[in-house]
C-alpha cells in the first residue's frame, strides 16, 4: 500500500511560484523550486498567514503578512 496522494496536475502548478491545495482537510503550500516540488502546511506558524501568498526565493518562503523567512 502507498502512502501518495496525488493533489493537483502538473500542469496546474505556478511555475517557480506557489500553488494552494487540499488533502484531507489540511491547507497546503506546493512550492515549485527550481530543483523540484516541496509541500508544506499552507499556514505559518506565527501568525496565520497564507503562505500560498508569500514570496519563494530558492527554498525560502517569505510570509506575507510578518516576512518570516521558512525552509521549505
Known amino acids: 500500500m502507498s502512502d501518495w496522494i496525488d493533489l493537483i496536475g502538473r500542469d496546474e502548478l505556478e511555475p ?3 500553488t494552494p491545495a487540499f ?3 489540511h491547507a497546503l503550500a506546493i512550492h515549485d523550486a527550481s530543483d523540484g516540488l516541496y ?3 499552507a499556514r505559518c506558524t ?3 498567514a497564507d503562505l500560498c501568498d508569500g ?3 530558492g527554498h525560502v518562503i517569505e510570509c506575507p503578512l510578518h516576512q518570516g523567512c521558512f525552509d521549505i
Open 23 to 25: 488533502a484531507g482537510g
Open 16 to 18: 517557480g511560484d506557489v
Open 39 to 41: 509541500v508544506t502546511q
Open 55 to 57: 514570496y519563494l526565493d
Open 46 to 48: 506565527h501568525a496565520g
